[in-house]
């Protein structure tokens, strides 16, 4: 079984500042992870995901994430955020076994502040 | 592409009625859908998975005959909830699995708002 921790609920920071939103995961077998973003009364939008590869990985709107297996994380970065930043950040987690289920951490509020 | 639609975005009924929500996927075949509900500040929870021709996989603790799901073709999903009760007033999301890239990626569709009175 897999799960995902997102240590911080809220994130709240300037505008044009960096910020990093933290995801970390548990798994007995190889996973992949996506982060989603979550606007106010809409679906999710995905930002990024690994799936093999380079483990830095560039994704939409200047977002980037970085899977580190040894520490089990994948972190979400962004080197300077907009207001339009503003919103709910999920990361996700799936088996490599091929279920195709995901699962979801508890998300993070990022706050961008003027 | 890869486009999944919801509808309706947002419903109301009266308490013991049923409200079907459909997912379509608009330019892609979905064998597989999946559905999740999220509560106010929360995360997503996933209730079921739903394969075309098939019946639905339940998560534990999800009520299959309270949530009725139907996959009767490769670009449609539908979620019935049946007998509704305020308690299962939330945000009903759908995704469909993506065709290629191994089918790991998942794309999701817009939401359902329910409100039961």
């Known amino acids: 079984a897999q799960s995902v921790t997102q240590l911080d609920s809220q994130v709240p920071v300037f505008e044009e500042a960096p910020v990093e939103l933290r995801c970390n995961y548990s798994s007995s077998v190889s996973v992949y992870l996506f982060w989603y973003v979550q606007y106010p009364n809409q679906g999710l939008q995905l930002l990024l995901k690994y799936l093999s590869g380079s483990t830095l990985v560039k994704g939409i709107n200047g977002f980037e994430a970085e899977f580190n297996k040894s520490q089990t994380s994948f972190h979400l970065r962004k080197p300077s955020v907009h207001i339009s930043d503003t919103a709910e950040y999920f990361c996700?987690?799936?088996?490599?076994?091929?279920?195709?289920?995901?699962?979801f951490g508890t998300g993070t509020r990022l706050k961008v502040l003027a | 592409g890869a486009v999944v639609s919801q509808h309706p975005s947002r419903v109301i009924c009266k308490s013991g009625t049923s409200v079907k929500i459909e997912c379509r996927s608009l330019d892609f075949q979905a064998t597989t859908m999946f559905w999740y509900r999220q509560f106010p500040k929360q995360s997503l929870m996933l209730m079921a998975t739903s394969n075309e021709g098939s019946k639905a996989t339940y998560e534990q603790g999800v009520e299959k005959d309270k949530f009725l799901i139907n996959h009767a073709s490769l670009t449609l999903s539908t979620l019935t909830v049946t007998s509704a009760h305020p308690e299962d007033s939330s945000f009903y999301i759908c995704?469909?699995?993506?065709?290629?890239?191994?089918?790991?990626?998942?794309?999701f569709g817009p939401g359902t708002r329910l409100t039961v009175t």
């Open positions: 995704s469909a699995r993506a065709p290629g890239t191994g089918g790991y990626e998942q794309y």
């Open positions: 996700a987690v799936t088996s490599s076994s091929g279920t195709y289920k995901y699962i």
